[in-house]
């Protein structure tokens, strides 16, 4: 990772939490709101945007990092570890979610992820001792180093920092052996065999690892909500996901950060707008309309998503007389990615 990039982050991470820390609790639910989103989009990214294995089973996989960060929590363990507990349990069943992946592709795998996003709501309902049944898990406040999370603001904060460690570990992944692996058995299974590659093992280690992300966004979403229900991982969630990482740009990691921040400021815009015009009832049944229409228009018009207008818009830019293209601008030279990275 370039120093340019790794600075922006760290600057774009402080400015979020001196947000959290100065806004009221309203600007610190949206603060702390979009950072779980992101972590949740990143761990999507990952498994469809750079091993090519579509998955329609993140709500479920967050539903399992919700409710066992939330018994650890309420067992007495430390945040930390109860998230870190909830990252290594959902890496575990997002492995047995990716088993199929290994005799099935495309549509056929899709569809078992659906069985498997159905199968987990049903446990979530009948595991009652676990998960509260119907009625959801009350989860306590949780407490990171033994320190209280006492206030909105300081939760955001902790979710934002959250963010920010799970995209540096991610990009760095990507630029590692296995990284690439991910990214040639995304455009060819019988390629990458014929590399070398075991692709039985690598998609195991994207869906292991995209889970451990997936936990621990769910275990934030459970410290956050101090509830995890059933009703709040349902396939809609999952949906949500994937049309954030839809519109911020498969296979970028800033593309699920920006779809992540859309998603979630887009229906907060809406009703703020309804309720200056007093249209927020005919604007809130029309929200599902509109959010649908935006992915399929996203899909025609920008496929890849929110994340490129921005390096086009500056190629679209003017140059001085009688400068040289830059590499990576239309008409300069291709612009030679590390380990196969997108641009």
């Known amino acids: 990772m370039g120093t340019r990039r790794l600075l922006l982050a760290l600057a774009v991470a402080a400015v979020l939490i001196a947000l959290s820390l100065l806004l009221g609790r309203f ?121 209280p999370v006492a206030s909105d603001q300081v939760s955001a904060a902790v979710s934002v920092l959250v963010l920010l460690i799970a995209w540096l570990a991610l990009t760095r992944l990507t630029r590692t052996n296995l990284g690439r692996a991910f990214l040639v058995v995304r455009e060819s299974e019988v390629v990458a065999k014929g590399m070398g590659i075991d692709v039985a093992r690598t998609k195991a280690w994207a869906f292991a690892i995209s889970g451990f992300v997936a936990g621990i966004a769910g275990g934030l979403i459970g410290f956050a909500a101090r509830l995890a229900s059933p009703e709040a991982f349902t396939l809609d969630l999952s949906a949500d996901y994937i049309a954030m990482i839809i519109v911020g740009g498969l296979g970028s990691w800033a593309g699920p950060l920006v779809g992540a921040a859309f998603v979630v400021l887009l229906p907060e815009a809406i009703q703020r707008v309804g309720e200056a015009f007093d249209i927020a009832n005919l604007l809130s049944a029309l929200r599902e309309l509109a959010f649908g229409l935006l992915i399929i228009l996203f899909l025609i018009f920008e496929p890849r998503g929110l994340s490129s207008l921005l390096p086009r818009l500056r190629w679209a830019q003017p140059r001085r007389r009688g400068a040289a293209p830059s590499l990576g601008e239309p008409g300069g030279a291709a612009v030679a990615t590390k380990g196969g990275e997108r641009p």
Do not use: H, W
């Open 27 to 147: 600007g610190a639910y949206l603060v702390r709101a979009v950072a779980i989103a992101g972590i949740g989009a990143l761990s999507l990214n990952l498994l469809i945007g750079y091993c090519g294995q579509i998955s329609f089973a993140q709500g479920a996989l967050l539903g399992v990092g919700a409710y066992v960060a939330g018994n650890l929590g309420n067992a007495g363990v430390d945040g930390v570890l109860a998230l870190l507990g909830a990252g290594v349990a959902t890496a575990a069943i997002g492995a047995l979610i990716g088993l199929p992946a290994l005799r099935l592709r495309g549509l056929y795998f899709a569809i078992a992820t659906l069985a498997a996003q159905a199968i987990l709501e049903y446990l979530f309902k009948m595991l009652e001792p676990f998960t509260g049944g119907v009625s959801g898990l009350v989860i306590r406040q949780p407490a990171f180093f033994g320190v």
